[in-house]
Protein backbone atom coordinates (compact mmCIF):
# COMPACT_ATOMS: atom_id res chain seq x y z
CA UNK A 1 0.00 0.00 0.00
CA UNK A 2 0.87 3.38 -0.90
CA UNK A 3 -0.06 6.66 -0.01
CA UNK A 4 0.65 9.68 -2.51
CA UNK A 5 -0.09 13.63 -0.99
CA UNK A 6 0.87 16.46 -2.90
CA UNK A 7 1.40 20.23 -2.06
CA UNK A 8 2.43 23.32 -3.84
CA UNK A 9 -0.58 24.12 -6.12
CA UNK A 10 -2.03 27.78 -6.15
CA UNK A 11 -2.75 30.95 -8.35
CA UNK A 12 0.21 32.44 -9.85
CA UNK A 13 0.35 34.82 -13.09
CA UNK A 14 1.16 33.89 -16.80
CA UNK A 15 5.05 33.73 -16.96
CA UNK A 16 5.41 32.63 -13.23
CA UNK A 17 6.62 29.50 -11.40
CA UNK A 18 5.40 26.84 -9.00
CA UNK A 19 6.79 23.79 -7.50
CA UNK A 20 4.93 20.87 -6.45
CA UNK A 21 5.89 18.31 -4.67
CA UNK A 22 4.36 14.96 -3.76
CA UNK A 23 4.99 12.92 -0.68
CA UNK A 24 4.86 9.36 -0.28
CA UNK A 25 4.20 6.34 2.28
CA UNK A 26 5.38 3.02 2.35
CA UNK A 27 8.23 0.83 1.46
CA UNK A 28 8.43 0.29 -1.90
CA UNK A 29 8.68 4.39 -3.01
CA UNK A 30 12.74 3.90 -4.31
CA UNK A 31 11.83 1.14 -6.69
CA UNK A 32 8.93 3.13 -8.02
CA UNK A 33 8.42 4.47 -11.10
CA UNK A 34 6.88 8.25 -10.98
CA UNK A 35 4.39 10.36 -12.93
CA UNK A 36 2.75 13.83 -12.69
CA UNK A 37 -0.57 14.05 -14.91
CA UNK A 38 -3.03 16.80 -14.99
CA UNK A 39 -7.15 17.69 -15.61
CA UNK A 40 -8.70 20.91 -16.76
CA UNK A 41 -12.56 20.83 -16.68
CA UNK A 42 -14.35 19.11 -19.37
CA UNK A 43 -11.08 17.70 -20.77
CA UNK A 44 -9.58 14.41 -20.27
CA UNK A 45 -6.61 13.57 -17.97
CA UNK A 46 -3.27 14.80 -19.94
CA UNK A 47 0.59 12.93 -19.31
CA UNK A 48 2.72 15.54 -17.89
CA UNK A 49 5.76 14.01 -16.87
CA UNK A 50 7.49 10.52 -15.48
CA UNK A 51 10.70 9.64 -13.70
CA UNK A 52 12.46 6.30 -13.22
CA UNK A 53 13.56 4.89 -10.41
CA UNK A 54 16.53 5.72 -9.93
CA UNK A 55 15.69 9.43 -11.49
CA UNK A 56 18.46 9.12 -14.68
CA UNK A 57 15.67 8.96 -16.76
CA UNK A 58 12.86 11.31 -17.48
CA UNK A 59 9.96 12.12 -19.66
CA UNK A 60 7.70 14.36 -20.54
CA UNK A 61 4.42 15.52 -22.34
CA UNK A 62 5.03 17.73 -25.78
CA UNK A 63 2.80 20.71 -23.81
CA UNK A 64 5.34 21.10 -21.24
CA UNK A 65 8.73 20.16 -22.26
CA UNK A 66 11.42 22.72 -21.73
CA UNK A 67 9.27 24.59 -19.11
CA UNK A 68 8.37 21.95 -16.35
CA UNK A 69 11.15 19.92 -14.69
CA UNK A 70 10.78 16.55 -12.44
CA UNK A 71 12.80 14.85 -10.29
CA UNK A 72 12.56 12.69 -7.33
CA UNK A 73 14.55 12.29 -3.46
CA UNK A 74 14.19 8.93 -2.52
CA UNK A 75 15.48 9.35 1.09
CA UNK A 76 12.71 12.05 1.26
CA UNK A 77 10.53 9.51 -0.75
CA UNK A 78 9.27 13.02 -2.57
CA UNK A 79 9.16 13.60 -6.01
CA UNK A 80 9.08 17.28 -7.07
CA UNK A 81 7.70 18.84 -10.26
CA UNK A 82 9.22 22.42 -10.93
CA UNK A 83 6.80 24.65 -13.28
CA UNK A 84 8.44 27.50 -15.27
CA UNK A 85 6.88 29.85 -17.73
CA UNK A 86 3.36 29.11 -16.81
CA UNK A 87 0.79 29.59 -19.52
CA UNK A 88 -3.03 29.46 -18.77
CA UNK A 89 -3.65 26.85 -20.26
CA UNK A 90 -1.42 25.11 -17.79
CA UNK A 91 -4.35 25.16 -15.16
CA UNK A 92 -5.58 22.27 -14.13
CA UNK A 93 -5.70 19.53 -11.38
CA UNK A 94 -2.32 18.02 -11.35
CA UNK A 95 -2.04 14.79 -9.23
CA UNK A 96 1.22 12.33 -8.86
CA UNK A 97 0.96 8.47 -9.47
CA UNK A 98 3.56 5.95 -8.71
CA UNK A 99 3.47 2.06 -10.07
CA UNK A 100 5.32 0.02 -7.43
CA UNK A 101 7.98 -2.29 -8.59
CA UNK A 102 8.42 -1.04 -12.07
CA UNK A 103 11.97 0.50 -12.81
CA UNK A 104 11.53 2.29 -16.15
CA UNK A 105 9.16 5.68 -17.14
CA UNK A 106 5.19 5.05 -17.45
CA UNK A 107 3.38 7.53 -19.54
CA UNK A 108 0.35 6.13 -19.24
CA UNK A 109 -1.65 6.84 -16.68
CA UNK A 110 -4.38 3.69 -16.64
CA UNK A 111 -1.41 1.03 -15.80
CA UNK A 112 -0.29 3.15 -12.55
CA UNK A 113 -1.03 1.46 -9.08
CA UNK A 114 -2.03 5.23 -6.86
CA UNK A 115 -3.00 8.06 -7.30
CA UNK A 116 -2.81 11.08 -5.35
CA UNK A 117 -5.80 13.49 -4.12
CA UNK A 118 -4.56 16.29 -6.77
CA UNK A 119 -3.62 19.51 -6.29
CA UNK A 120 -5.08 22.68 -8.02
CA UNK A 121 -2.76 24.96 -10.33
CA UNK A 122 -4.60 27.96 -11.36
CA UNK A 123 -2.47 30.52 -14.00
CA UNK A 124 -3.92 33.80 -14.35
CA UNK A 125 -3.65 35.82 -18.03
Known amino acids: QVQLVESGGGLVQAGGSLRLSCAAS????????MGWFRQAPGKEREFVATINWSGGITAYGDSVKGRFTISRDNAKNTVYLQMNSLKPADTAVYYC??????????????????WGQGTQVTVSS
Open 26 to 33: GRTFSSSA
Open 97 to 114: AAKSNYYMTMREGDLYDY
